[in-house]
């Protein structure tokens, strides 16, 4: 066989095995999708004010963002007999390969669509997910269309399989989870850095009697962010089994064909997008207070400071400080 034809069969037989790793690795990924629950949104409903939004676009190209619902259901075959207990938005900067999770606390007071004024968590249980965006979206001029819906219940296989998440306990807190688990998943020590199982960090998760609703925010975004970190530092055939594992649990309305590229980019990259993760909380207490109205309590806040941070922290807007005039003085 002639040189020539030698290097093209080569070439053609490279090809092919390179297609076929691909089109395998496309197939995996489709058959993980489709494990998962897909529930459109009407797009036309979703409280988007379009030109309040186009005058940010120019910050936001190159971002994927979406809001976790996480339901405080105990209705194991209902994730939608609760409101949602988890609001999170996730911002990901596909240039800078930056994250941000952004945690809404559930008793924010917002003005629900076709319901007035109450807790936004309602929304949840008024009109799912359509509801919630179109809520977080009116009160806070933001774009949200995708959303991911967790069972955090699946959580629980999720974090055992990892072997578990690395925390800081107080004393309160690991009170707290011993009174939520039994006797062979108690905490025995007092205030420190623990490596908590599933169930243990689910009670962890869930707890908003010790330092209040926000307190518990932060800790979900501390769970969600620890697994992620250690997620994403097993291989590639460990990070599959734990996703095949997670996705039964989850609902969703984003396009796979859409982000096919990004999740492969985000997969080979994965340290890279976790070594600069920002946390916040929207509304945040700096500028939020306690309202009690009708003997209901809900957690009241500055309106244009929310946005301003939502600007800052979703849309990647910083307000440019006044410049500083030198004042001139003359002698006559």
Do not use: C
Request: charged share 25%; hydrophobic share 40%; glycine share 6%.
């Amino acid at each position: 066989m002639k040189t020539r034809t030698k290097i093209i069969i080569a070439i053609v037989i490279i090809l092919a095995i390179v297609a076929g790793f691909a089109l395998a690795g496309w197939l995996y990924i489709k058959h993980l999708y489709n494990k998962m629950e897909f529930k459109p949104l009407d797009e036309t409903d979703l409280g988007i004010n379009i030109t309040e939004v186009e005058t940010k676009k120019v910050q936001i190209e190159n971002y994927t963002r979406f809001v976790i619902f996480g339901s405080d259901s105990r209705d194991a075959d209902n994730q939608y007999y609760g409101r949602s207990d988890t609001i999170i938005i996730v911002t990901i900067n596909n240039d800078t390969k930056h994250m941000t999770f952004i945690s809404i606390p559930r008793d924010t007071y917002a003005d629900v669509p076709g319901y007035g004024m109450t807790k936004i968590n309602h929304a949840f249980a008024y009109g799912q997910e359509q509801l919630s965006i179109k809520t977080i979206n009116s009160n806070f001029g933001l774009d949200l269309s995708q959303y991911i819906t967790i069972d955090f219940t699946g959580m629980v296989a999720a974090i055992d399989r990892i072997g578990g998440v690395e925390v800081n306990l107080d004393d309160a807190e690991i009170a707290f989870i011993n009174n939520g688990v039994d006797a062979d998943n108690k905490i025995y020590g007092g205030a420190g850095k623990y490596v908590l199982n599933g169930k243990q960090a689910l009670v962890h998760s869930r707890n908003r009697y010790v330092g209040r609703d926000f307190a518990r925010a932060s800790r979900q975004r501390t769970i969600i962010i620890s697994a992620l970190n250690k997620i994403m530092k097993q291989d590639e055939t460990e990070i599959l089994k734990i996703v095949d594992d997670l996705l039964p649990f989850v609902t969703t309305n984003m396009d796979i064909n859409k982000y096919k590229e990004m999740f492969l980019e985000v997969a080979k990259n994965r340290t890279d997008y976790l070594k600069d993760v920002s946390s916040v909380q929207i509304p945040s207490t700096d500028y939020g207070y306690d309202l009690m109205l009708d003997g209901v309590y809900y957690f009241g806040y500055d309106k244009d400071l929310a946005i301003k941070d939502f600007n800052k922290y979703y849309y990647n807007i910083e307000e440019k400080q006044p410049e500083e005039t030198e004042t001139v003085t003359t002698q006559e």
